[in-house]
């Protein structure tokens, strides 16, 4: 845990410039600054690199995990004139600074930083450090964070929260994410397994835990680009159902089963969840990646409206993150801001409570924490090598925001700071779940 205080030590020079290299102020200032933000971080295992070349590496000798690399003289300026989550994140995105090497390894050092606490004497002394370095140069990315007006978890300020992640573009999603477009946590048999394998096995292990059945109608409420209601389709001949607020999700998802030949048994609509009507009840419902877009002040009404529309006997399948720690689901932060605005996590034990309210019996809830780590570092490698490619399509500060997220998400999770967590509940049927004395079918392939 880093100390409550920093220390303010007089300049160094860990590495010195090359002869070649005209002295330049500002680095010696930069370089003091950093030195005593970093004064009691454990073990520094980054080299920083400013902008003339200059580096500054770590005095054990040990290799660097990353390298920080300042672009300009107003770099830490940009960076801790106002010391936040967001800032850091937009002096990334507007390329202040870039991370090479380990991006996911630099989050232990954002970690840090959030939490020292300086004195007040100590603030002053770096705002006015801070201060000696050149102004904001004031320019912005193309990409911009989320401005949304309204009732927060209101049907308008949904729609509008879901399409500004959602509708941003379907062919650069389909860049980087598996073949089926599922925008998820896969289902690794291995660290090495390739990510298209492990969604199919997500997809397939889904369906099984509902232990679908040919005929039943199966509802998937949150479908993305529809890549679980054509699995089930296709393979347990259910007749599904997806929603999504998204019109080019949904556009796509519609053209995938028409491509598939499943359209007289599967199909993606327009719908809020809080819409549906009961009067034909489902068999099975199943939400993926989508619980975290409700709000925890809106879980009973959703649990309530899942009771309602599934039949008695049927099952209910949530698969989503959760924390159990409050700070992670802050807003203001900037991957709430820059990617998934008025998304909220809770801890697992909030959402049990709220299905256990709405009539719901709870019969298995398994994490998969590590594979959403595994299934993110796969996203950001399979981003960076199209990653020219991805910039001419939506624009480089676009691809930094999602690049720099994902990489803080796999953080999270590798240090379970996030969980993934699937929850399967039942609507009991005056006392009989429908659910096998054993979970063997679930593993059988």
């Known amino acids: 845990m880093p100390s409550s205080s920093i220390h303010l030590p007089e300049p160094t020079l860990a590495t010195q410039a090359a002869p070649s290299v005209t002295p330049d102020p500002h680095v010696d200032t930069s370089r003091r600054i950093l030195q005593a933000i970093f004064s009691r971080y454990p073990h520094r295992d980054f080299t920083v690199q400013f902008w003339n070349g200059v580096r500054w590496t770590p005095d054990t000798g040990d290799p660097s995990r990353f390298t920080l690399h300042l672009r300009h003289p107003g770099a830490l300026r940009q960076m801790f004139a106002h010391r936040s989550e967001r800032t850091l994140g937009e002096a990334f995105v507007h390329g202040d600074f ?25 603030q002053v002394h770096l705002l006015q450090l801070v201060r000696h370095l ?70 397939d292990y889904l369906c099984r835990k509902l232990r679908l ?5 199966l509802l ?8 679980l209601i054509v699995h089930a389709a296709r393979h347990y001949g259910v007749d599904a159902t997806g929603i999504t607020l998204s019109e080019p999700q ?8 028409r491509q598939a030949g499943l359209g007289d048994r599967c199909r993606a609509v327009i719908r809020d969840y809080r819409d549906l009507g009961a009067d034909t009840p489902f068999d099975k419902i199943v939400s993926v990646g989508m619980i975290e877009h409700v709000g925890e002040a809106c879980l009973p009404e959703f649990c309530s409206q899942a009771f309602r529309v ?19 689901s802050r807003r203001g932060a900037f991957g709430e801001q820059y990617v998934f605005p008025d998304t909220e996590l809770v801890s697992v034990a909030t959402t049990i409570a709220a299905a256990e309210g709405a009539g719901f019996e709870v019969r298995d809830v398994e994490s998969l924490r590590e594979h959403y780590a595994l299934t993110l570092r796969q996203w950001i490698r399979r981003l960076e090598s199209r990653w020219t490619e991805a910039c001419d399509m939506v ?17 999270r999770f590798a240090v379970s700071d996030y969980n993934l967590y699937q929850t399967l509940l039942v609507r009991p049927d005056n006392g009989v779940s429908g659910v096998p004395l054993t979970r063997g079918d679930w593993y059988v392939k």
């Open 213 to 217: 059945k040919p005929g039943e109608r």
């Open 395 to 411: 624009g480089e500060s676009a691809c930094r925001v999602w690049r720099l997220f994902m990489a803080g998400a796999a953080y």
């Open 310 to 328: 599934l039949r008695p006997g049927g099952a209910f399948l949530l698969h989503g993150i959760g924390t159990s720690r409050p700070a992670m």
């Open 220 to 227: 998937d409420i949150g479908c993305g680009w529809g890549g």
């Open 134 to 203: 050149p102004p904001a140069s004031g320019k912005h990315g193309e990409f911009q964070p989320a401005t949304l007006a309204g009732r927060v978890h209101s049907k308008a300020r949904d729609r509008r929260a879901v399409t500004f992640h959602y509708d941003f573009s379907n062919e650069f999603f389909a860049l980087w994410l598996d073949r089926a477009m599922v925008y998820s946590c896969a289902y690794f048999a291995s660290p090495s397994e390739d990510v298209d394998t492990a969604q199919a096995r997500k997809l």
């Open 250 to 257: 949904a556009h796509l998802a519609n053209a995938r089963i």
């Open 98 to 122: 870039d991370v090479e090497g380990d991006l996911e390894a630099a989050f232990r050092a954002v970690d840090y930083l959030m939490l020292v606490r300086p004195s007040l004497l100590e």
